[in-house]
C-alpha cells in the first residue's frame, strides 16, 4: 500500500486544512472548493484527510458500505437481505474511510452506475453495477481539476452530495443506494472558472497561494524530502499527531447533536449575509452548520460570534458578487470587518429575555429540521 502524507505534516494552509475538517465533521455541510496554484497541497490534503479518518462500521456482504446503525440509509439489497430474515445490524464489519479519485473523462454511466436492462427482461433479475457514488459512500469523493469536468457531470455529482442517496431509473426499474460522502473539488483558477451555479452549490471554497515565508518554505522542502526518503518512518514518526487530530474529529463528531444555537445567531448570520448581497439562502445554512462543526470542534455545545466568523471566512468569499474586473466587491478584511459591525451593533441593543430566545431557537431547529 502506497504511504499517504501525513495530514498533521502539511506546512501552514490552515483555512484549507479546517475546511476539509469541519466537513469530516459534518459530512451535511456540503464538500469544499479548494482553488489555487499548482504545487499548493490540494490533492495531498485530500487523500492526507481519508487516511486521517476513524475506521467506519459498514453491514457485512454490502458492496455501498451501508451503515448497519441506520437502516432507514440503506442500499436496495440490502433492504431485501432484511426483508428475507438476516439480522444486517449485528452483521457488520469495519472499513476504512474511501477515498475515490474522479477523472475529468467520467461519464454518466460511469458516475452513477448502470442497470443491466437486458438481464432484468430475460430472467427478472435487478442488476446494478456500481459508480463511482457507490465507490465514494461514507468517504471522500475528490475530483481534480473540476473546472473541466463536463458540467452535467458535476451537477449529478452535487445533487447526489446533497440528498445523500443515487437513485438510477431505466425502463421502469430501479435501485437505490446511500451516497453520503465529502465532495472535494480542486481547480486551477488560471484553466477556467465554474459556472456562478456550480461554483454557490460548493459549501465552502478556500483560495490558497504557495507559503512565501523563507524558513517555511525550507521546512515543506524537509519534510517533503524525509518523507520521499523513508515515507513508513516519516509517518511513524507523525503518528502520534494523526492518532490525535483523528480522535478529536471522533469527539468533535459525538459531540455534533448537542451543539446549539439561538436565535440571535441565526438573525445575526441572515443580516450579516443580506448586508452582503448574497444570492439565495444555502449560504445562510452552510454558515450554520460550518458554525456548529466549529464549535463541536473546539468542544463546545453552544454557537459563538467567533464561530460565526470562522465559517463565513469559508462559505463566503466565493459567492460574493464580482465586479467586471473578476474581483470581489468585498475582501475578506472587509468581511471580517462587517461582521464584527453587525455583531457590535447587536449588542448594543437590549437583549431579548431568556424564554424568548428559547423560543427563537426552537422554532428554527424546526423550519432547518435540526
Not at 222 to 237: D, K, Q, V
Not at 241 to 256: F, Q
Amino acid at each position: 500500500m502506497t504511504a499517504i502524507f501525513p495530514f498533521t505534516a502539511i506546512v501552514d494552509q490552515e483555512r484549507m486544512k479546517r475546511a476539509l475538517i469541519l466537513n469530516a465533521i459534518d459530512q451535511r455541510i456540503g464538500g469544499v472548493l479548494i482553488r489555487g496554484e499548482r504545487g499548493t497541497a490540494k490533492s495531498t490534503a485530500a487523500r492526507a484527510l481519508a487516511a486521517l479518518l476513524p475506521q467506519v462500521k459498514a453491514v457485512k456482504g454490502c458492496r455501498f458500505g451501508c451503515d448497519p446503525e441506520r437502516p432507514e440509509t440503506w442500499c436496495t439489497e440490502c433492504q431485501a437481505r432484511a426483508e428475507a430474515g438476516e439480522d444486517l445490524a449485528h452483521q457488520w464489519v469495519w472499513k476504512p474511510v474511501p477515498f475515490v479519485n474522479l477523472p475529468v473523462s467520467a461519464t454518466e454511466d460511469r458516475v452513477v452506475g448502470t442497470l443491466d436492462i437486458e438481464r432484468a427482461i430475460q430472467r427478472g433479475e435487478r442488476h446494478f453495477e456500481p459508480g463511482v457514488l457507490a465507490a465514494a459512500n461514507r468517504g471522500i469523493l475528490y475530483i481534480d481539476e473540476v473546472n473541466l469536468l463536463d458540467d452535467h457531470v458535476v451537477d449529478l455529482l452535487l445533487d447526489a452530495a446533497a440528498m445523500g442517496v443515487n437513485i438510477v431509473e431505466r425502463e421502469g426499474i430501479s435501485f437505490w443506494h446511500p451516497a453520503r460522502f465529502i465532495l472535494v473539488g480542486t481547480m486551477n483558477p488560471e484553466e477556467g472558472d465554474l459556472r456562478p451555479q456550480l461554483l454557490d452549490r460548493f459549501a465552502l471554497a478556500v483560495d490558497i497561494r504557495g507559503v512565501s515565508d523563507p524558513a517555511q518554505r525550507v521546512e515543506i522542502i524537509e519534510r517533503n524530502i524525509a518523507f520521499e526518503t523513508a515515507p513508513e518512518g516519516f509517518r511513524e514518526a507523525w503518528q502520534p499527531h494523526e492518532k490525535a487530530l483523528s480522535e478529536r474529529i471522533a469527539r468533535a463528531r459525538d459531540l455534533l447533536p448537542e451543539v446549539t444555537y439561538t436565535g440571535r445567531d441565526l438573525l445575526t448570520i441572515a443580516t450579516f449575509t443580506a448586508s452582503l448581497g448574497v444570492d439565495g439562502h444555502r449560504a445562510d445554512m452552510v454558515i450554520l452548520k460550518a458554525a456548529r462543526a466549529q464549535a463541536a470542534y473546539e468542544g463546545r455545545t453552544a454557537v459563538t460570534t467567533d464561530d460565526i466568523m470562522l465559517a463565513a471566512e469559508l462559505a463566503l468569499p466565493h459567492r460574493l458578487k464580482r465586479t467586471p474586473l473578476g474581483q470581489s466587491e468585498v475582501t475578506f478584511a472587509e468581511l471580517q470587518e462587517r461582521l464584527n459591525e453587525l455583531v457590535g451593533r447587536r449588542e448594543s441593543q437590549p437583549s431579548t429575555t431568556p424564554q424568548r430566545h428559547r423560543q427563537e431557537a426552537e422554532k428554527a431547529k424546526k423550519v432547518l429540521g435540526a
